[in-house]
Nanobody, 134 residues
Framework: QVQLVESGGDSVQPEGSLTLSCTASGDAISAYCMGWFRQAPGKEREGVAAMSTGGARENYADSVKGRFTISRDNYKNILYLQMASLKPEDSAVYYC???????????????????????????WGQGTQVTVSS
């Protein structure tokens, strides 16, 4: 089973940038589709971005399109989330998620990995806090 550990969370000013990392162990992430989710206080967890096993398919929440970029390095076993033009409403705990390539959570046969599907996976990290404030 894969274990996931997020890092890179920090406090930044609005319009700032930050890159989160999700380091995997226990298995090769090349067999997993992966994604990022976030949860702000008092709100439900929401999907941010997802990526297929090889990186060819990306999917973003409308709220982050054009500002966030998901990427992966299957050799280093790391998933990244580059965040730019950060807004106070981006403040949340950010979680990394993974699902085996052939599981329904990876939306096999679909043009993209559905965030709603990936949310059903059992593989999650512990989260890293991102705070955007002046």
């Amino acid at each position: 089973q894969v274990q996931l550990v997020e890092s890179g969370g920090d406090s930044v000013q609005p319009e700032g940038s930050l890159t989160l990392s999700c380091t995997a162990s226990g298995d090769a992430i090349s067999a997993y589709c992966m994604g990022w989710f976030r949860q702000a206080p008092g709100k439900e967890r929401e999907g941010v971005a997802a990526m297929s096993t090889g990186g060819a398919r990306e999917n973003y929440a409308d709220s982050v399109k054009g500002r966030f970029t998901i990427s992966r390095d299957n050799y280093k076993n790391i998933l990244y989330l580059q965040m730019a033009s950060l807004k106070p409403e981006d403040s949340a705990v950010y979680y990394c998620a993974a699902a085996l390539w052939n599981s329904p959570a990876c939306s096999p046969g679909s043009p993209s990995v559905a965030l709603s599907a990936l949310a059903g996976t059992n593989y999650w990290g512990q989260g890293t806090q991102v705070t955007v404030s002046s």
